[in-house]
């Protein structure tokens, strides 16, 4: 009977031990799955934010660029004065530089177009093909001018703009 009793006392040991291991091989296992789905989401949403902050960064500079060139009209110096001075609080100091001789109109000063691939080149953190010939800037027509055509620096066509 004793060998009974050691025999049924075993099994039960052997059984608790097994189910004690598969409970914590379920909950590690569990866990793990847990931290690899909030590991792959928290990467998401860092490369979801890094998007936004480029797509302000960028932002910023071309209303920076876009009242800059504005031809017709007073130019608000206020927001120009605003969108340089964000502009040059992210900018690395080669960007800055540029940026800064091409505003105040430097002798061999880089173009707005190029101005806008460096800086695009920086945000991607990479070069992607894209030519400074390609970026298009539509140039507003003279108020005194008879025809109301808007000239262009690309090979894009440009539409009239309405009459005021």
């Not at 690899?36 to 936004?52: N, R």
């Not at 540029?98 to 691939?117: E, F, Q, T, Y």
């Not at 920086?122 to 390609?134: A, F, R, V």
């Amino acid at each position: 009977m004793e060998n009974v009793v050691v025999a049924l006392l075993s099994s039960l040991s052997t059984v608790s031990a097994t189910v004690v291991v598969a409970f914590l091989l379920r909950s590690w296992i569990a866990t793990r799955l847990r931290w690899s789905v909030k590991h792959e989401y928290d990467k998401k949403i860092l490369e979801v934010e890094s998007q936004k902050e480029m797509r302000l960064k960028g932002e910023v500079v071309a209303d920076l660029l876009a009242e800059w060139i504005k031809k017709n009209g007073t130019l608000d110096y206020h927001q120009l004065n605003k969108l340089t001075f964000q502009a040059f609080l992210w900018l690395p100091r080669d960007l800055a530089e540029d940026l800064s001789s091409c505003l105040s109109h430097k002798p061999g000063a880089k173009d707005v177009r190029n101005i806008i691939i460096d800086i695009r080149k920086h945000l991607h953190g990479c070069d992607d093909g894209l030519k400074s010939k390609e970026v298009i800037v539509f140039h507003e027509p003279d108020i005194r001018e008879t025809t109301n055509f808007s000239t262009v620096t690309s090979d894009a066509q440009v539409k009239p703009k309405p009459f005021k």
